[in-house]
């Protein structure tokens, strides 16, 4: 605000400081923005590099200099008089080699000086162990040319703090992995990498627990047995008990172990899978190297004694759970999108994996031979889904349809393709069989029937999230009631299946929470992950 002033004011009265207390609701004087510093009103001044280096030796030497406004002279009075209010750089020329400005040439004083200097007043030459002890009474400013001309390394040099860590201090797994990441880094280059008295070992994992076996000699990926499931009725998670951050890139999938669900498998965007204790401890068990880029999918066997894992690397890896070994690597040149183990016990050994060539492929992972290619949709697939009795499967594209297939029949039995219809790059059964959710990029959920003719049921679609542009993955809790999906701001969404409304929404993850699994024996535990690479685990 503005004033008008209809006097002439002295400059006592203008400038004079509010008098009083401060008032409770208004900002007067200072608090008003007469002030431009955390302490007051500070106005700039100009001064010469060589002006501030004179006053501020002046000043550290005999304790008085002179104030900025060049009015008059502050500090030691006493001192001020006995010099006659001379400047360290007068008082250089009476007192030789006192100041390091005149020991380096950079004084008024010419060479003559300077040699009458090294003589003294009275042409007696000084000792040398005098002017030692004389230079360097006089501390330059550090911020100065002349003290960096005459002090050319650092006051601070050689004070470090912080020791790195050695190779000594280092753990043998720590070893391990800087090797392996050192081989790699010289593969990407094109190079040879010779690791110091170590074979080359490809891919690998490693074990973080305690010891494989415990007292009874069983291995750790054994069930507890008292693991029993505790009812049929499924209720929502209310509040967030663990958290797994063992990733350092997003979270891609994860997937409990069969039946039991006292371990989690998660693939990540940092090409590792990891598999987590869910039961006892919460920690990392173990973890397992191989891949060169991003995971894109993982599936269990039926046992859960290996799983698949599909990467950006145009490579599909069969893994031993317990000892991490690399069973097998299959590749057909192109990017495996999602894998799937047959369900069938008597052909655990059969494959799927939809590929970004728009082909689905069928291995025999004992032989390692491609037995079937399913060659007809016109985008990369995403989903393999098992239905009827395993006797048929369900695959979802990019082309924006979905398509059924005889199993070990290269020919498609039902083609569902609307121009309404949306990709859907997630698609999970119900328990009971008979429907199918896919999740589709227009913020919907829809739902299939999967008897003979595979209609669209238009009456129960699941919508209140945002999911458009991410791969969202959708699943269904274990006795039906609820379908489950994250979305792309973050939130879990839970849907009633008779109903299908919204049941409950909850922000998870401060990213987008691109996977959720539902604990097959606790009913009320639900696993999410998210881009931001952490694994939440609900309750």
Request: net charge negative.
């Amino acid at each position: 605000k503005q004033r008008q002033v209809y006097f002439n004011p002295k400059y006592e009265d203008l400038y004079a400081p509010v008098a009083g207390p401060a008032h409770p609701f208004q900002m007067d004087g200072i608090a008003a923005g007469l002030k431009n510093h955390k302490q007051g009103m500070v106005e700039d001044a100009h001064m010469a590099a060589y002006i501030f280096d004179e006053q501020y030796n002046t000043f550290d030497n005999y304790g008085y200099a002179a104030d900025p406004s060049g009015t008059r002279m502050v500090g030691n009075m006493d001192s001020l008089k006995r010099n006659d209010g001379a400047t360290v750089y007068d008082l250089s020329r009476k007192r030789p080699r006192d100041v390091s400005l005149v020991d380096s040439g950079y004084g008024d004083s010419g060479p003559s000086s300077r040699k009458q200097e090294d003589e003294g007043e009275e042409g007696e030459p000084v000792e040398e162990e005098e002017e030692d002890d004389m230079f360097g009474t006089v501390k330059l400013n550090p911020a100065s040319e002349i003290y960096l001309f005459n002090n050319k390394k650092s006051p601070w040099a050689g004070k470090t703090t912080v020791e790195p860590v050695g190779p000594e201090g280092l753990t043998d797994e720590q070893k391990e992995y800087i090797e392996y990441r050192k081989k790699k880094r010289a593969e990407k280059r094109g190079q040879q990498y010779n690791a110091p008295d170590e074979e080359d070992k490809g891919d690998h994992s490693f074990f973080h627990g305690k010891s494989e076996t415990n007292y009874a000699g069983e291995s750790w990926i054994n069930p507890p047995k008292d693991r029993k499931k505790e009812n049929d009725h499924t209720y929502i998670p209310k509040k967030w008990i663990h958290t797994w951050s063992g990733h350092t890139k997003g979270v891609s999938a994860i997937r409990f172990f069969p039946t039991h669900g006292h371990l989690l498998l998660s693939a990540s965007m940092d090409c590792k899978l990891k598999i987590w204790d869910v039961h006892n401890s919460g920690k990392c068990m173990r973890t397992y190297l191989g891949h060169t880029k991003a995971l894109r999918d993982i599936c269990f066997s039926n046992d859960g004694r290996r799983f698949v894992s599909s990467s950006w690397d145009k490579n599909v890896k069969l893994w031993d759970t317990e000892t991490g070994q690399c069973i097998t690597t299959l590749s057909t040149g192109k990017t495996p999108l999602c894998v799937k183990l047959h369900p069938d016990d008597d052909k655990q050994n059969v494959l799927l994996a939809g590929c970004s060539d728009k082909k689905i492929v069928s291995w025999d992972m004992n032989t390692g031979d491609k037995t079937q290619e399913y060659d007809q949709h016109l985008g990369g697939v995403n989903t393999i889904t098992f239905c009827d009795e395993n006797r048929r499967f369900i695959t979802s594209s990019d082309d924006k349809s979905i398509r059924v297939w005889e199993f070990g029949i290269p020919v498609v039995i039902k083609y569902i393709a609307d121009p309404s219809m949306h990709s859907m790059p997630s698609i999970q059964m119900h328990p009971n069989g008979n429907w199918f959710v896919a999740q589709s990029l227009d913020n919907t959920i829809v739902t299939y029937s999967t008897r003979e003719r595979f209609r669209v049921n238009r009456k129960k679609v699941f919508s209140g999230h945002q999911n458009a542009g991410y791969a969202c993955q959708v699943n269904m809790s274990p006795d039906g009631r609820f379908v489950i999906s994250g979305d792309a701001s973050g939130k879990l969404w839970f849907w009633d299946w008779k109903t299908h409304k919204v049941f409950r929404s909850f922000q998870a993850h401060d990213q987008v929470c691109i996977g959720c699994e539902w604990h097959p024996l606790e009913q009320s535990k639900v696993a999410t992950c998210s881009w931001d690479g952490t694994i939440k685990y609900w309750d």
